[in-house]
T-cell receptor, first 112, second 116 residues
Framework: DAKTTQPPSMDCAEGRAANLPCNHSTISGNEYVYWYRQIHSQGPQYIIHGLKNNETNEMASLIITEDRKSSTLILPHATLRDTAVYYCIVRAPNAGNEKLTFGTGTRLTIIP | GAVVSQHPSWVICKSGTSVKIECRSLDFQATTMFWYRQFPKQSLMLMATSNEGSKATYEQGVEKDKFLINHASLTLSTLTVTSAHPEDSSFYIC????????????FGSGTRLTVV
């Protein structure tokens, strides 16, 4: 069963903030939210992860709702190079189940 | 840090031959590596989990005799596609799990296999 739900596609104008939502209503207390992206014909790239606090790094910000049932990945100033498929994944690190299962993700297209 | 090198990036082989794909963690040790397959316009599908020094664990529907996995060291896992057929043409991606912390997984750049 899918543990996350994401819109299949989104467009965003270049230079604007891209906000990618993810629903994970069945997330467990020890599960983190991870975001990866895959640019065409490349391996997935780690973006950011978080447990319950909002996180920011040089690539993006992650906003997790207080009830942890959903989150939003924010790319503050989208560029054409941000066009990719973005995957939201929940996982409990060091919990014995090491598999990383990908859903269908959101295909983000940055429009010039 | 956390670099995974996958080689080759693309390969074309004749039907019936075997192809080996290498996955190396360059700056960390990985007791666990994963192999995925991705068909056009589809998501990544986990094929198997590779554990250093032990047999790989295959996902349901993946033929272990066809997709041979060897994880002989903490930095190298190999996937051999034996007796390849055109339907095995796909994008194969490896991933290595870092041993510590919550950082998670690092992925290789993928191998495009075309069987003719």
């Amino acid at each position: 069963d899918a543990k996350t739900t994401q819109p299949p596609s989104m467009d965003c104008a270049e230079g604007r903030a891209a906000n990618l939502p993810c629903n994970h209503s069945t997330i467990s207390g020890n599960e983190y939210v991870y975001w990866y992206r895959q640019i065409h014909s490349q391996g997935p790239q780690y973006i950011i992860h978080g447990l319950k606090n909002n996180e920011t790094n040089e690539m993006a910000s992650l906003i997790i709702t207080e009830d942890r049932k959903s989150s939003t990945l924010i790319l503050p100033h989208a560029t054409l190079r941000d066009t990719a498929v973005y995957y939201c994944i929940v996982r409990a690190p060091n919990a014995g189940n090491e598999k990383l299962t990908f859903g269908t993700g959101t295909r983000l297209t940055i429009i010039p | 840090g956390a670099v995974v090198s996958q080689h080759p990036s693309w390969v074309i082989c004749k039907s019936g031959t075997s192809v080996k794909i290498e996955c190396r963690s360059l700056d960390f040790q990985a007791t666990t590596m994963f192999w995925y397959r991705q068909f056009p316009k589809q998501s990544l599908m986990l094929m198997a989990t590779s554990n250093e020094g032990s047999k790989a664990t295959y996902e349901q529907g993946v033929e272990k005799d066809k997709f041979l996995i060897n994880h002989a060291s903490l930095t190298l896992s190999t996937l051999t596609v034996t007796s390849a057929h055109p339907e095995d043409s796909s994008f194969y991606i490896c991933s290595a799990l870092r041993d510590t912390g919550t950082y998670g997984y690092t992925f290789g750049s993928g191998t495009r296999l075309t069987v003719v």
